[in-house]
């Protein structure tokens, strides 16, 4: 009986077969990641595309699917985080970047582009005034600006466990070891690594799809919450559908108490 033949006991033993499994069908990913090693931390270029045993290396994407470095074909379930919802490399995305990387690219100044996309956005969603980020990070450190701006507070609410950015406002509790999660009507704020505690300190964790949890909350520190900013869907622990009301009943309670719901 060979190794990959042999029954499965134990869960590391399986982690450990699909693993090895997984690392003889992407050599060149392997190859490619200990490369990027010697320049990037941790070989990739966003923290969050570091998975063991190694990242993917994507070489090509075509509509829905995409293409690995050993020229493995995926379905893109990931669309880069929603944004590619059209898929990749479609006709009319490709005409319009090849015409205007011909005319320049960044020139830190306005351009007549940004006048039509922001039409098209407030058109779409009925929301008429936007601002560009460069990244994620960017746009929800600005959506904490508005709302301790807009409330004139300074405490804000996130879902325990998830990821809004690298920024000091919201990098806290969102990689912790058992024994730093704390009781589960009071969490723990952890800082991530070189934020200071008290920045941790603005922060008020509760878990997700718990309407009694916000609303002891928010009753706990009236006149206190600037805002509360979630996942419609969360996804730091895979895939966890909101329960149905959940959604409207953050909004409802966090309005009732003065303050702002971005969504992430």
């Known amino acids: 009986m060979t ?16 693993e090895a499994a997984f690392l003889a069908r992407t050599t060149r990913s392997a190859e490619l990641w200990r490369q990027a090693s010697d320049v990037m931390p941790g070989g990739v270029a966003s923290s969050w595309a570091s998975s063991r045993p190694v990242p993917v290396w994507v070489d090509r994407g075509l509509g829905g699917h995409v293409w690995d470095a050993d020229g493995t074909e995926y379905v893109d379930m990931h669309g880069g985080y929603g944004v590619n919802v059209v898929g990749h490399a479609h006709p009319a995305v490709v005409e319009a970047v090849q015409r205007r990387v011909a005319l320049g690219t960044h020139f830190a100044q306005p351009t007549e582009d940004t006048i039509v996309v922001g039409q098209a956005l407030a ?38 466990g998830t990821y809004h950015g690298h920024h000091d406002a919201l990098m806290i509790s969102a990689f912790r070891s058992a024994a730093q999660l704390g009781p589960v009507d009071e969490p723990f704020r952890v800082p991530g690594s070189g934020v200071p505690q008290e920045m941790a300190d603005l922060v008020r964790i509760v878990p997700f799809n718990d309407l009694a949890a916000l609303q002891r909350t928010l009753e706990a520190h009236p006149g206190q919450v600037a805002g509360m900013i979630l996942e419609p869907m969360m996804m730091n622990a895979g895939i966890i559908p909101p329960q149905p009301g959940y959604l409207q ?8 108490h003065g303050g702002c719901t971005p969504v992430a």
């Open 249 to 256: 009943g953050v909004l409802d309670l966090v309005h009732a």
């Open 3 to 18: 190794s990959t033949e042999a029954p499965i006991t134990t869960l590391d033993g399986l982690v450990e077969r699909e």
């Open 123 to 160: 058109s779409r969603f009925g929301l008429p005034m936007w601002r560009y980020t460069n990244s994620g990070t960017e746009a929800t450190m600005d959506a904490v600006h508005l709302m301790r701006a807009i409330t004139g507070r300074q405490l804000v609410i996130k879902i325990e």
